[in-house]
């Protein structure tokens, strides 16, 4: 028994890493003649002086996740310009871009960069099979994963150094370990929810809406099965709920080196200074929220000043005026639907369906805690972060930008499980084919 468990368990580890290696394969097939983006020069430059200066003044509108990992990619011959005084955003996008196309080699940049990102992802998409076949169970996992590798735009993203798919992978794991958490109260998962929740702060300042979401829920589920000494029980939850968001906290702060300024001189040489940065916002709590945590040092100042930009930008205003949708111009405010058209008119239709299947699935399988909860947490995270989408005047950033709403399709379509389950989720019998299964202890 021992042995067939042992076999079981390093059958799925090979799958899923066949998968990540699968999604790997099918994006640079698909994008092996891509150029740049706009963005990545930015992202690479800025990654690179991050690593090597100790400096966060170059980009901080976005957190450095993802220009970390870039910027660990490229060679040591790659070069940089001594940093200067910033004035303004056009010099500070000149800096960049001269940097990266005249300084340097320009193409070989751009593929250490696909493979650093390949890697990244990759271990992103494992960790993310790994804590859903804990919540679900193996088929419902690798369901999941074959979603992803086949999903056009994940796969177009995968090498690509943006903010986006690391984003979507992070929330997808932040679920995961939540619903876990949720389920089971073991201090592991508290602290493996604190660090994908880091995580997700670190690429992306649209983490916090689908964040915001994940702790609702956890709020809730704290109230659920206390058993018989209810108070220690509850105090005991609260308090790794309080130690996961601590975590969370330090991990946000690692990826800043643990200083509040952005240089490691004192100094916050943006390329506009942060009073005039948190002066620009209209929307008064988000503009005195803001100067409250900059002024305690709650967090550090680049990722303050870039919560503020997008704040300024996503929310208040740089939006579309003009929306072109289902053959109908709108003017103005986008309608309520342009997310979920974005999203239906992106993911193929077989995809699309296939999640709708694992939708309609669910009420006639027989689901144990951990996979009810992860659900619950994926309902509260993607409800949060479509509602902050529909919110705001980012439309110009298309399907990129609803990302972990693609992941959470990926979930849904995990449902019809082509292998019999584990103690994650049972179906009905008409579904279980005769094949490998997968159990684990809670």
Sequence with gaps: MARSSSQQRWLGITLILALAALAVFRSHLGTRLDGYTVDEPWHIVAGASYLRTGDFRLNPEHPPLVKLV????MPDDFSLRPLAPLVEKTQERELVEETLYFDNDSAAAQQDARRGLWLFHALLLVLLGGVLWQAFGLAWSLGTLAFLALEPSIGAHLPVVMTDLPLALCFGLAVGCAGLLASRWQWRWALACGVAVGLCLGAKHSALAGIAGIAGVLAVATFFGLGEQRRVAFARRWGQLGIAALLAWVVLWGQYGFRFHAGPDGSDAFNRPMPDKIADLNIPHWREGI?????????????????????R??????????????GVKYKGKAPWFTWPSFVLAKVPLALTALSLLGLLLLPTTRLEAPARWTLAVLLGGSAAHL?????????YGGIRHALPLVVALAILAGAPRWLPPGNGAHASPAWRWRCCSSRHSA
Excluded: K
């Design 70 to 73: 870039a910027g660990a990619a």
């Design 291 to 311: 100067a409250f945590a900059d002024r305690h040092h709650l967090l550090p100042r680049a990722y303050l000043w870039g919560l503020a930009d997008t704040v």
């Design 313 to 326: 930008a996503g929310i208040e205003g740089r939006g579309q005026s003009s929306h072109w949708l289902w």
């Design 387 to 395: 509602l902050a989408l529909m919110g705001s005047q980012g439309t």
